[in-house]
């Protein structure tokens, strides 16, 4: 089964920086050949949409929330999507999960996406 794993998170301050990381350690599927998508979830809130790149990173999407903050890359030779998130707010408080799905596309539901890490709790302090 395949298992993304993200990495990164933190306790910061307003106006700090993260970089998140999402990997397949185990290439049970080729990480080229899949779209990465990253979504949050706050407490008591639904799961959201943050940012997206296709699998050869030339396509890349934002929530309105973040555009101009946060900037998503890839690494296909090292297996690795990035999420660089600059100017954290304390409403981008959640666990983010990275997410992965075959096809060509941009998606920002995450019904549309197969493959989900367990996630990494961001915390941003006011």
């Known amino acids: 089964q395949v298992q993304l794993v993200e990495a990164g998170g933190g306790l910061v301050q307003t106006g700090d920086s993260l970089r998140l990381s999402c990997t397949d350690p185990?290439?049970?599927?080729?990480?080229?050949?899949?779209?990465i998508g990253w979504f949050r979830q706050a407490p008591g809130k639904e799961r959201e949409f943050v940012a997206y790149?296709?699998?050869?990173?030339?396509?890349?999407r934002y929530a309105d929330s973040v555009k101009g903050r946060f900037t998503i890359s890839r690494d296909n030779n090292k297996k690795v999507v990035y999420l660089q998130m600059n100017s954290l707010r304390p409403e981008d408080t959640a666990v983010y999960y990275c997410?992965?799905?075959w096809g060509s596309g941009f998606h920002s539901d995450s019904k549309d996406y197969s493959y989900w890490g367990q996630g990494t709790q961001v915390t941003v302090s006011s």
């Open positions: 997410a992965g799905y």
């Open positions: 185990d290439s049970h599927v080729t990480f080229v050949n899949y779209a």
């Open positions: 790149v296709s699998w050869g990173g030339g396509s890349k």
